[in-house]
């Protein structure tokens, strides 16, 4: 089997990525470490003057069998320690570290190779890449990835397709840059490819067509909604037939989970005998099916280790990242060196199957969360017909979902209008002492331009209104009580008698 | 005395800033840590879930008694421990850490609160802050933080001033944009007030001004060159006039040091007997001359503890900063927790003294290095009048200037083209294996809209040609190797006998 190259898609990218010269020092910096040149090229300090050695932490060691959560003793036989000198040590046997003589010095604008290399490893392991010229790009973080996207792809004016609902900081992000996001109607199971392929049938042809679709599949924010493999091939094959990229922003792809099961009695966790098991029980991935390197896949450590390792990456081709790469030599250089010592130090230690094992520890941290949500969602909540809930399969969010309409003052009070119900709901909800938010917090308001095809513009109730709660942030009980206090709220607010 | 108000700038804020709406989940953030509240807000990971704790790494211990390139050896006596815990700690002495389950978690997009108490400590010890309500804010590095500068200030077509030569990478994020760099003269005392109220004053009256004065004050990239105070105070005064914006970007402000003396038998490196008395042998920066918030300050510890901490602060009124921190939760959100911790930890148990006495010892080995190379060129380069040497009193960098019509060949093989004999020196000089780099990569290019006045278009002689080279990146040894490789490169290019 010949294994393709990607294609060239750089007529989608954006004036400034064309415009960019790559920094002439950065064509240099190679020969930092070339023993034949004495380098007096570039301001980098010596690192004798960096004040740091014997970097150390520890860690849960593989395969963690008192659980992710459980805290190591500091014995060798439940913890790992991650020792990362100055300098570069070679004693055989020991891990890939990368010293911070290196971490902490300039360069290594794509990472650093001990932190690439697991990553790069990692991902053929999961998504089975299927193009030859794919790479990795190490970045700070999907939000720093998302605002890069933009950046490498978009002009002001240009416009592109989102979730109808969607991360707020990334539509703010891509609206502050005069980018126009064009909402996609998603149900339960997240975008919907048929009305996806409507809109761009019946793209006014006037406009200019939508560069990428940015989408979250896996527990989508703030839905929690997750996209089939099924409606991803779909998805894909209409990003072919009207030529857009697709960016997958994926922080959440391994918080998936089993189905809920409502009778308790009937509720059994997957076990994995192995972490091909595990593998083989993901989700499909957008790059996993992408043959062509139209995908650009946005990777995070954030909800897997820490959001403030500020340290994730990008999965794309060559010819992507390359730009990706030039706009971070004027951005973020690099992540912090100190976070891929560490990340990488941590993780060369526990193998990629370790990683896999951390993984399904957090699967099942997440999936019995998840239960204790819903298990309260269904026991506090009134049990009307205008409210639903929808139980997720993967991420950290749930919705409760509200016909506005069935409010005793939807029609005097809030003058028919769902948007004062979905505030008024939010005050009461805060003052009964437990957050969750408004679904209008995530709205996407590039509605207008270009027109959409009447057919897309409703596809729920107009007088539907949600809030997002997440199971993540708290401990087992905070989190019945809150959805407790949450239910109290709503009988007050709909006047349903207990 | 009474102390002022910034003013209000905020009509220099660029369309992106104005259309920026605050992400509203970071509105709500804060009820995380509400005890009233159950936070099922945001998508936060629970900190047990944060596989690391325990942290640890050495430093040298205040005063740096063996200098700071010196290895501490793990004792209590020249050994700074820095232990970072997962769980906040209170124990009574204790220094200010940033405990792990903080700093990695989402939040604090300003910067964690014991680093920038740290920092606000140290702007107001060094710079004397004139106004009340200035404000620092943590920035991931110079690089990023004056690209935020570009995003939060400038839209497409805008103009900004900067020295004709200046660090690439600032010109080309700047020119990637759309930004136009109109260069101002500068001289080996760095720019040149007359020649920039010169340009304002001849401004053309159909262009937009410039918003902003983009300077690498002290120990410039590429020329090394450091403006006095009184040059300071002109341009400030130049800026009031004309309303303009001052941007100082400075990386190499605590690599000040003596002036070059040649005569080493005259040759007294100062020494600082209190800490007070190095703070007011320092340069007056323009943030500590600003009355009114019209100065961004870049800072960085990349030149004074390590690049790869990927971790620096701006200084400004806290109306600007606001501006850049709504930027940064949809680009970096903050700086690593790692490195925030590792730093905060770090400088808290120094002290601002200590800090204060490890950059003392920076200053040390700076001046030597300076000197070295310095008097190496001296000693290598060919004495003749077309080659001119500015011992810089600040940075990391030196220029070798040249006047390359005294090439034997310039109307010849160079065709009278300067540009054409700074190539041909680079490629000698980098085959005779040593890397200085040709001033032309550091020309600003946006030199011809607006018109300039004729009288500075050409401050310096047009045959001028310069190579900067560094004296950081190398030991002393091999930095004389290096003089003496490119001396001899010179030696044959010019056809000089030794």
Redo the contacts between chains.
């Keep these: 089997m010949t294994v393709m190259e990607s294609k060239d898609f750089s007529y989608f990218f954006s004036?400034?990525?064309n415009?960019?010269?790559p920094?002439?020092?950065k064509t240099?910096i190679h020969?930092?470490h070339d023993p034949?040149?004495?380098?007096?090229?570039?301001?980098?300090?010596?690192?004798?003057?960096?004040?740091?050695?014997?970097?150390?932490?520890?860690?849960?060691l593989p395969p963690f069998p008192k659980g992710?959560?459980a805290?190591?003793s500091?014995s060798k036989e439940d913890t790992c320690h991650v020792t990362v000198k100055k300098n570069e040590t070679t004693k055989a046997g020991e891990t890939n570290d990368i010293p911070?003589s290196r971490?902490?010095?300039?360069g290594f604008s794509q990472g650093q190779p001990e932190f690439l290399s697991f990553v790069r490893e990692h991902t053929d392991k999961i998504h089975k890449m299927q193009y030859a010229d794919w790479d990795v790009l190490a970045t700070?973080?999907n939000?720093?990835a998302w605002?890069s996207t933009l950046r490498v792809f978009c002009n002001?004016g240009d416009t592109i397709l989102a979730e109808r609902f969607s991360f707020?900081?990334s539509l703010?992000?891509a609206?502050?840059?005069?980018v126009n996001v064009f909402p996609v109607p998603l149900d339960e199971h997240g975008l919907i490819p048929e009305k996806l392929e409507e809109i761009l049938d019946n793209w006014n042809p006037e406009a200019a067509k939508p560069k990428f679709l940015y989408t979250i599949p896996t527990g989508q924010?703030p839905t929690g909604s997750s996209l089939s493999d099924d409606r991803k091939t779909q998805i894909y094959r209409i990003a072919q037939k009207h030529d857009f990229l697709i960016i997958e922003d994926e922080p959440y792809y391994f918080l998936q989970m089993d189905a809920y099961e409502q009778d308790k009695s009937r509720r059994v966790q997957k076990n994995f005998s192995t972490t091909e098991e595990f593998v083989a029980s993901m989700a499909k991935s957008f790059i996993s099916i992408d043959t062509e390197g139209r995908v650009v896949r946005l990777d995070s450590f954030?909800?897997v280790?820490?959001?403030?390792?500020?340290?994730g990456w990008i999965v794309g081709s060559k010819q992507i990242l390359d730009a990706y790469k030039m706009l971070h030599?004027?951005?973020?250089?690099?992540?912090?060196?100190?976070?891929?010592s560490?990340v990488a130090g941590?993780l060369n230690r526990w193998g990629q199957e370790g990683f896999l094992d951390?993984l399904i520890g957090?699967r099942r941290?997440y999936n019995e969360k998840r239960d204790a949500a819903i298990d309260a969602l269904y026991e506090y909540l009134p049990r009307s017909s205008f409210i639903n809930i929808n139980p997720p399969i993967a991420g950290?969010?749930f919705t409760v979902n509200i016909d506005a309409s069935a409010h005793p003052e939807f029609a005097t009070t809030y003058k028919s209008d769902p948007e004062l119900v979905e505030q008024a709901i939010y005050e009461k909800v805060?003052s009964s002492?437990?957050?969750?938010?408004p679904g209008k917090?995530f709205k996407s308001e590039g509605e207008t331009q270009p027109p959409q095809p009447a057919s897309s513009k409703a596809v729920s109730d107009p007088n539907n209104i949600f809030f997002r709660?997440?199971?993540?942030?708290?401990?087992l009980d905070?989190?019945r009580?809150?959805?407790r206090?949450?239910g109290d709220a709503l009988y007050e607010v709909f006047g349903v008698a207990k």
């Design positions: 004036d400034e990525t415009a960019r010269k920094s002439p020092l240099c020969l930092f034949n040149i004495v380098f007096l090229g570039g301001g980098l300090p010596m690192s004798k003057y960096f004040p740091w050695d014997n970097l150390q932490i520890e860690s849960p992710i959560g805290s190591p500091g911070l971490s902490l010095q300039y700070a973080g939000t720093s605002e002001r707020s900081a703010y992000a609206e502050a840059q005069g924010n954030s909800k280790l820490g959001p403030g390792t500020r340290l030599e004027m951005t973020i250089q690099n992540p912090s060196g100190f976070s891929q560490i941590t951390w957090l941290e950290m969010f805060v002492g437990v957050l969750v938010v917090w709660g997440t199971y993540a942030a708290v401990p905070k989190l009580d809150g959805v206090r949450l």
